[in-house]
């Protein structure tokens, strides 16, 4: 099984910036597509970027021209940079593998809290 670790949330004001980071561990190999969702309070997760093995990226409308996902294949980790933060960034984000079928298991995510 795959374990996902996620960090590098915070609370920060409007406008400003943070840096995700999910460590991927376990049965690894084969993922292709892995993704950042967010769950804001009260709503239902959302997809919010996508990256491939070999660099094919995409990102929600809402999410374009702020955000940016990467990912280091040999340190097994995905990163999602996040700048011009806005209120309505505010929920829990996970990183999980993106496939036909949504995940089942998810990781503890980490929280981004963005102030008016």
């Known amino acids: 099984q795959v374990q996902l670790v996620e960090s590098g949330g915070g609370l920060v004001q409007a406008g400003g910036s943070l840096r995700l980071s999910c460590a991927m561990s376990?049965?690894?190999?084969?993922?292709?597509?892995m993704g950042w969702y967010r769950q804001p309070p009260g709503k239902q997760r959302e997809l919010v970027a996508t990256?491939?093995?070999?660099?094919?990226?995409n990102y929600i409308d809402a999410v374009k021209g702020r955000f940016t996902i990467s990912r280091n294949n040999t340190k097994n980790t995905v990163y999602l940079q996040m700048n011009s933060l806005k209120p309505e960034d505010t929920a829990v984000y996970y990183c999980?593998?993106?496939?036909?079928?949504?995940?089942?298991?998810w990781g503890q995510g980490t929280q981004v809290t963005v102030s008016s």
């Open positions: 999980n593998e993106v496939k036909g079928k949504a995940p089942t298991y």
């Open positions: 376990g049965s690894i190999f084969s993922i292709n597509v």
């Open positions: 990256i491939s093995r070999n660099g094919m990226i």
